[in-house]
T-cell receptor
């Protein structure tokens, strides 16, 4: 079945760039997503990328997709303390409405 | 703004009780989902529904059932709660469009004693 993996923790200093990585196994993935979960809240979509793209930029966020290696990354430029949260990678296979989520990466930004 | 609401933020139940978790969305979404979230395991799909009265098993349906009598409401039922069902439960909804963004509720933290 499909599997999505992420590292569990990342710690950075305020102002640095953060890079959160994700690997997936489903070669038929059509869309890949990054969600953010702040403490005590549900998940909020940050951005998504279609599988025929290799990069997407949205303000401080850059998503890179290496389809050959099935590797997705989220780069946050000029990381702020307000970016501290859990970040989930998710993928959707062809023809399906459901998403498969990774374990989540807890980002801690220190002043 | 899309709004997905869940009936309770915190719930404490006893082993063996029947538990109902309710989810309501206000954007006329076709699809609705129930996940549970546990540390180190991420989100795991319990059940989903792509239309009224339709339901599909997710990855971990054992011990749960669902009901979707109206388009805006999707209920998760624990027939006989057990301690290993202590978790955070998240509801989500989406249109049946290609990008399929899922909108999430705030979650219900269920403790089974």
């Amino acid at each position: 079945g499909e599997d999505v993996e992420q590292s569990l923790f990342l710690s950075v200093r305020e102002g640095d760039s953060s890079v959160i990585n994700c690997t997936y196994t489903d070669s038929s993935s059509t869309y890949l997503y990054w969600y953010k979960q702040e403490p005590g809240a549900g998940l909020q979509l940050l951005t998504y990328i279609f599988s025929n793209m290799d990069m997407k930029q949205d303000q401080r966020l850059t998503v890179l997709l290496n389809k050959k290696d099935k590797h997705l990354s989220l780069r946050i430029a000029d990381t702020q303390t307000g970016d501290s949260a859990i970040y989930f990678c998710a993928e959707r296979g062809a023809g399906f409405q459901k998403l498969v989520f990774g374990t989540g990466t807890r980002l801690l930004v220190s002043p | 703004d899309v709004k997905v609401t869940q009936s309770s933020r915190y719930l404490v139940k006893r082993t063996g009780e029947k538990v109902f978790l309710e989810c309501v969305q206000d954007m006329d979404h076709e699809n609705m989902f129930w996940y549970r979230q546990d540390p180190g395991l991420g989100l795991r799909l319990i059940y989903f529904s792509y239309d009224v009265k339709m339901k599909e098993k997710g990855d971990i349906p054992e011990g749960y059932s669902v009901s979707r009598e109206k388009k805006e409401r999707f209920s998760l039922i624990l027939e006989s709660a057990s301690t290993n069902q202590t978790s955070m439960y998240l509801c989500a909804s989406s249109f049946g469009t290609s990008a399929n963004e899922q909108f999430f509720g705030p979650g219900t933290r269920l403790t089974v004693l």
